[in-house]
């Protein structure tokens, strides 16, 4: 019989950032569910990358004085270097700058444009650089972009649009007979109600006058592809559509991994895309939640990111595969902190599990010189944990075929807990002080070794290496493959009477919490802090002189733009006393709307001058980040004139 086939995608990464633990997580649950699915004995194809084009790249490559390209490379390389380091097995690397992946996306955009669904047209719209898409003014919060917090500007622009309207009836059936289609459910109700609202069709264009780093349109030189539509093409380009014998094999058998961020192109896009071009859809998306740091997502513009990396080290792949399966619930958000990876490994991996193999094959050792007894026929039924083992296996398989990773896991370490439970119940220690009690004992020890031994099967998605370990120390002849099948699993009673088993070594040490805060040291510290900003520091001056400058909260009650300027604002401030004309360099950063009604930290007595001839009473502080100022201000909002201190 021909296997069954499932093909699993990451989203493919921008290159604008190293991969923090966020990619980390989507590309290790990735990793996971095709290793499940081999273990049921099913063909897989695995597939991660890189997103290579578009402005953020540009913007990314500019600021460290270098190409695209090169940017792209050394980040790429990057992401490639991550997975070996965390055991992801993926079995292809795609890049968008692939001559194969531009050669298909060329071929999709000439096939749906020849079938009439992308027409050309003027459009003045709401645009957002950050997110590099036009919004509609629903879409938006307070006016404001939702992922960047910014205004959208208005723009105006001839460019090449899809026609994704005419799709919209179709998609919304194919969602609802589809029952697997997006899941969890909680982002089938999203997608669906998006599209209670009549859909906009997508802009698929960027001019070459304004963006040059994309592929180009087939049918318009001076226009390149929209990132996202150049991105989703990936999953199938990789495949080598149309006549490539992985895209038959593997397409459309096809889970794409993905966060919430990204499910509107995924969930919506995407099906169209490959509708209007004669593809057969996707069978479906499993979207996760955001790994967040005290509360807001874990991401690099934030600057509180997690080195994947850093973690390992400090912590192990396994325990850290662990941690992230365990404690996230999939399709909700998570919580990263250093007390949780640790309680999660000193509970679970080192207490729970490491404590329980080790008892066992000591106890062994111990009490039959490391021989396996095997079971006492009269005594098989009364000593038996095989019902447990199969309900942790049924557990297992039903959460992991739905993605639920954590109740997967949750299965395991219920038979886990129920085996130490056991060993409290049937005490060995005490039947081995009993001669007569000699296959009671044997019995025991013989149905917790096969316990642990169901154990080390079904913690291999999740933690490969110590899988094996357990198997090595159990005697097992692991297959060629490195796992076993979900049906070899059972029949119960497989480590044959007689085998001899070393005492093992600790599967995972504890974490010393008091010497881990003693150590605690700045370097050792795996959330990253913000980089931090050293130019030499000035001159020192003394509190006399400090007390000089005369700085106070002000009001802005009104700001204009000097014609003249390209940055320079005119602002007129409330001090208290009195209000003062001061003109700012800020331009470039707010606009007059912006500021009016902001409180800002003016020096009150700094002396007049003249700049581009307009009369400034005072200055304003902002610090200059990157390109931007920023302005200064309070918490809370203080009577005009308030001195600062
Ligand atoms: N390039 C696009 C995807 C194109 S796919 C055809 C993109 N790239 S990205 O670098 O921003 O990656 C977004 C994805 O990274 C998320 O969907 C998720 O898989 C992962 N994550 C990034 N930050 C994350 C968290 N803080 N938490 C969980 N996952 C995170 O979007």
Redesign the pocket.
């Known amino acids: 019989m021909e296997k069954k086939r499932q093909f699993f995608t ?5 290159v604008n950032a190293k991969p ?1 633990l ?2 980390a ?2 590309s290790i649950a990735a990793d996971v569910a095709t290793r499940y699915k081999q273990m049921d004995n099913q063909e897989t194809y695995f597939l991660t990358g890189t ?1 290579e084009h578009g402005d953020k790249i540009v913007q990314a490559a500019d600021d460290q004085n270098t190409s695209p390209k090169a940017y792209a490379d050394q980040i790429s390389q990057l992401f490639q270097d991550l997975l070996p380091l965390l055991q992801i097995k993926n079995d292809q690397f795609i890049r968008t700058t692939d001559p194969d992946h531009i050669g298909v996306v060329t071929a999709i955009l000439t096939k749906i444009h020849d079938s009439g669904d992308i027409y050309f047209a003027s459009y003045e719209g709401l645009y957002c650089f950050g997110c590099e898409r036009f919004y509609q003014e629903r879409e938006l919060v307070e006016g404001k972009c939702p992922d960047h917090g910014v205004a959208p500007e208005k723009i105006k622009e001839s460019n090449y649009f899809f026609k994704m309207s005419k799709y919209q009836e179709w998609l919304i059936d194919h969602i609802n007979t589809h029952e697997n289609f997006i899941q969890p459910a909680q982002y089938k109700n999203e997608i669906l109600s998006f599209l209670k609202e009549p859909l906009e069709d997508l802009c698929i264009s960027r001019p070459k006058t304004r963006l040059t780093w994309g592929i180009t349109l087939p049918f318009d030189p001076d226009y390149v592809t929209y990132v996202w539509f150049d ?2 093409v ?1 999953y199938v380009s990789a495949l080598g559509y149309p006549d490539g014998d992985k895209f038959k094999r593997f397409w459309p058998t096809t889970r794409h ?3 919430k ?2 499910i509107k ?1 995924h969930g919506i896009y995407w099906p169209i895309m490959l509708k209007a071009a004669g593809l057969d859809i996707y069978e479906g998306l499993n979207v ?5 740091v005290k509360g807001s ?3 690099k513009s934030i600057g509180n990111v997690t080195d994947p990396i850093e973690v390992t080290k400090e912590f192990g792949v396994d325990p850290f595969r662990y941690f992230l399966m365990r404690e996230m619930v999939f399709g909700l958000d998570a919580n990263f902190t250093e007390d949780a990876i640790v309680s999660r490994i000193n509970a679970d991996l080192a207490n729970d599990l490491g404590n329980l193999f080790s008892r066992i094959l000591s106890m062994n050792t111990r009490y039959f010189e490391g021989k396996i007894m095997g079971q006492d026929a009269a005594l098989a039924a009364q000593f038996s944990l095989e019902a447990n083992a199969i309900n942790a296996i049924d557990g297992f398989k039903e959460a992991m075929e739905r993605c639920q990773f954590h109740k997967g896991l949750a299965s395991i370490w219920a038979f886990i807990s129920t085996m130490n439970k056991y060993i409290d119940t049937n005490e060995p220690w005490s039947l081995a002080k009993d001669p007569s009690k000699e296959s009671a004992l044997g019995t025991v020890l013989y149905n917790l070794v096969e316990g642990v031994r169901v154990v080390s099967c079904l913690i291999y998605p999740v933690m490969p290496a110590t899988s094996r370990k357990m198997q090595l120390a159990l005697g097992l002849e692991i297959p060629a493959k490195g796992f076993f099948d979900l049906d070899q699993i059972l029949p119960w009673a497989q480590i044959k009477k007689g085998v001899s088993l070393d005492k093992p070594e600790i599967l995972f040490p504890r974490i010393d919490i008091k010497e881990r805060a003693s150590n605690a040291s700045p370097q050792k510290a795996v959330v990253k802090k913000k980089k931090s900003f050293k130019p030499a520091l000035k001159e020192e001056i003394s509190i006399e002189d400090f007390s000089k400058i005369d700085l106070r909260a002000a009001t802005i009650l009104s700001a204009e733009k000097i014609e003249t300027s390209s940055k320079l604002l005119k602002l007129v401030v409330d001090i208290g006393a009195q209000t003062r004309q001061v003109i700012a360099g800020i331009g470039k950063s707010y606009t007059p709307q912006d500021l009016v009604g902001k409180q800002v930290i003016v020096v009150a007595n700094l002396k007049e001058a003249r700049i581009m001839g307009e009369l400034s009473q005072g200055m304003v502080l902002a610090a200059s980040h990157k390109k931007e100022l920023i302005l200064s201000g309070f918490e809370k909002d203080l009577l005009p004139g308030n001195p600062v201190k």
């Open positions: 990451t989203p493919i990464y921008y923090h966020g990619h997580y989507t997103d991105a989703l990936n991994f993905v966060a961020d990204i192109p996760h939640g955001f790994w967040n997502k874990m991401s």
